[in-house]
């Protein structure tokens, strides 16, 4: 019997009863639907009516906002538009790992799993970079690498970079001024090898064996491994010169079609996979590297080939671990910043965040990033500003003066005096300094890894990979003919060894030998014995004083438009909240630097047509470039505790980060 309390007296209904107050209630049921469909469909007509423009706020991430251009009201004035090709943002609960080739960031994330550590998985990662992107990482060149102890909140670098040959002589260059660029006298003692077994001794976990992180990549290297487009463009814009040397000709061209090779083919290097076999089978590689059969290889093909390395300066090399490096525990809130000294560009990179820092507090709403010029006119005055100070870097180890600089440019009163020069117009950068001196054409690869401990991301690492071959000017339709290095360093090869060589001799700064493109030399990074030169690379970490959290690592690869990319990345991820998808994906400004003494800017696509003729009435000469930016690998910790990653689209290669 159905049971309805009708009162507090609990008196219970018949059925009789109830068909008696449905048949009552009816009318008023009725009235009561008829009210609520029409308070509906007012709702849904002003749902319809609604202004489309306030679908979206600045802080969508740019995945469910395909058009900027619906972010506020005052953005439909501009016409901001999304990259022409898509990125992809991925989230790891765990750990991430991204570089400039996927295949290598899965090997580091293999090595995770397996119970190693971002060291371990750094090693692992670069070493098959080296064997996959020859144009602009290997064996051959050197390394900065930056490393953050979670439980200690503090920072470590390690410095491998090349080395300036005992015998190599400014009066040489000065009156040979293209061997600085090219060939065998371009080359400087490569330090990668070092580096890594330092990094290994010192930070490895222990629980992974120095030759399962090179043994993957010597398995790829044998059995052959797919040409990318991007190693496919290099190639060709290359043709010539790697026809016309036969080192280069020999690993480059396929034997199946007698043409250099093309993407999808399958490339095998065994002269490599033997080399690096016996460096992940030897006790000690770095004896066997720098004083052992593999030294005397070398040094027997410099002096084959008249190059400067000798003997003598492979026994001497070593490379340094600084427990001290930079740190800026000022920039933002409880955060702080830390990277490598110099010959590092690390001073710059953070003195460009900071200066952006203290034009805005925790309240600046992100709509300044869509509705005016104002960031990105505070942004090309931070850069000249930082710029200015590169003139008096150069190799801190070697220059005292130069590291105590590098320590005051992250003291607070070092910015509030640069802060002083700032309005609301464009300066000439003369204004800022009357010399200027950052080479235009450094190449570079990166490396970012955060892994765990427990639950929480305990370490972040990176690596700046300097330089084996430079890749100014490629963009995402090909290389460019007008101002490239191309990649492959010094253009040439063992054919023992396998391994490309640097041109790092050229980042000396040598008057005679330089063309418009390169800046004027200075002192402070003149030739000298086991010098090593100043060099764009970056890798910083940002991290939480307090709790000792990682927020950020992040570098970049390319040109020296690397310190610009890391500091607009920070700033709009850590200024103004926005997504690690949204800031690397957001379009570039760039204070270009060989023009530097004219105020000429660069841009890249994407920027409202509106906001750039905002910034030229501020006196600033703007031009659209066809050359991307610096690629940028960075992991961010959201607000979840997820690490997120994005692949920066400005390179069309194979980069998807790895994780889990």
């Avoid at 330090?191 to 990549?217: C, V, Y």
């Amino acid at each position: 019997m159905l049971r309805l309390v009708l009162d507090s007296d609990d008196s219970v209904s018949t059925p009789m009863s109830l068909m008696y107050m449905r048949r009552k209630g009816l009318p008023w049921l009725t009235a009561a639907f008829g009210i609520l469909s029409f308070v509906l469909i007012i709702a849904l007509f002003a749902l319809i009516m609604r202004d489309p423009s306030k679908k979206a706020t600045p802080l969508e991430d740019s995945e469910n906002c395909k058009e900027l251009g619906n972010v506020s009201m005052a953005v439909k004035k501009l016409s901001w538009q999304p990259p022409s090709v898509a990125s992809s943002l991925v989230r790891f609960k765990n750990a991430a790992v991204t570089s400039d080739n996927s295949v290598c960031s899965e090997i580091g994330r293999d090595v995770l799993l397996r119970g190693g550590n971002a060291a371990d998985a750094a090693i692992a990662v670069l070493i098959c970079i080296g064997a996959l992107n020859p144009y602009s990482s290997g064996l051959g060149g050197g390394f900065l690498l930056t490393l953050y102890k979670r439980k200690e909140k503090k920072c470590v670098t390690v410095n491998a970079r090349e080395a300036i040959p005992i015998l190599a002589k400014m009066s040489w260059f000065e009156a040979n001024p293209s061997d600085a660029v090219v060939g065998y006298k371009s080359i400087a003692t490569p330090g990668e090898l070092h580096g890594l077994w330092t990094t290994f001794k010192r930070f490895g976990s222990g629980r992974i064996a120095w030759q399962d992180l090179i043994m993957p990549t010597v398995k790829l290297l044998s059995a052959g491994y797919p040409v990318s487009a991007l190693l496919e463009q290099l190639l060709e814009h290359k043709r010539e010169p790697i026809l016309n040397e036969s080192s280069m000709m020999h690993a480059f061209m396929n034997p199946s079609t007698n043409h250099l090779y093309k993407e999808g083919e399958l490339l095998r290097n065994t002269v490599l996979a033997n080399t690096l076999r016996q460096l992940a089978t030897s006790p000690e590689p770095h004896k066997l590297f720098y004083h052992g059969e593999i030294a005397r290889q070398i040094s027997n093909e410099m002096i084959e080939y008249g190059a400067f390395v000798t003997k003598v300066d492979l026994a001497a090399y070593e490379a340094s671990v600084d427990e001290s490096p930079l740190i800026n525990d000022h920039f933002w809130g409880s955060l702080a910043i830390c990277g490598p000294a110099p010959p590092s560009s690390f001073a710059i990179t953070q003195l460009i965040v900071t200066l952006i820092a203290k034009w805005y507090n925790s309240s600046s709403d992100s709509k300044v990033l869509y509705e005016s010029d104002e960031f990105y006119h505070h942004f090309l005055e931070a850069q000249k500003l930082a710029f200015a100070q590169t003139i008096k870097l150069g190799d801190g180890s070697s220059v005292p003066e130069v590291h105590l600089l590098a320590v005051n440019m992250t003291s607070p009163f070092y910015v509030q005096q640069l802060l002083q020069h700032i309005d609301g117009n464009a300066k000439n950068s003369v204004h800022y300094s009357d010399d200027y001196s950052l080479d235009e054409r450094d190449g570079t690869s990166h490396i970012s890894i955060v892994d765990t401990y427990g639950r929480f991301p305990r370490t972040g690492l990176l690596i700046g990979v300097d330089r084996v071959g430079s890749l100014e000017g490629l963009w995402q339709n090909g290389p460019s003919h007008q101002r490239t290095e191309g990649g492959f360093g010094s253009m040439r090869r063992s054919e023992k060894l396998g391994i490309v060589w640097n041109d790092d001799m050229r980042h000396f700064f040598i008057p005679l030998a330089r063309s418009p493109e390169v800046p004027t030399s200075k002192q402070e990074n003149q030739k000298q014995s086991q010098k090593r030169s100043l060099t764009s690379i970056s890798p910083t970490v940002v991290f939480d004083k307090s709790t000792g959290e990682v927020q950020m690592v992040i570098g970049a690869a390319g040109d020296s438009k690397v310190m610009s990319a890391i500091g607009y990345v920070i700033a709009r991820c850590v200024i103004f909240n926005e997504t690690i998808k949204q800031a690397i994906d957001s379009p570039r400004l760039h204070a270009h630097l060989s023009s530097f003494s004219s105020s000429y800017n660069e841009h890249e696509p994407g920027f409202p047509s509106e906001l750039i003729a905002m910034l030229e009435q501020r006196g600033y000469k703007l031009v659209k470039t066809k050359f991307p930016f610096s690629v940028v690998h960075a992991v961010l910790r959201d607000s979840s505790r997820y690490l997120t990653v994005c692949n920066d689209y400005r390179r069309q290669t194979h980069m998807h980060p790895a994780g889990f």
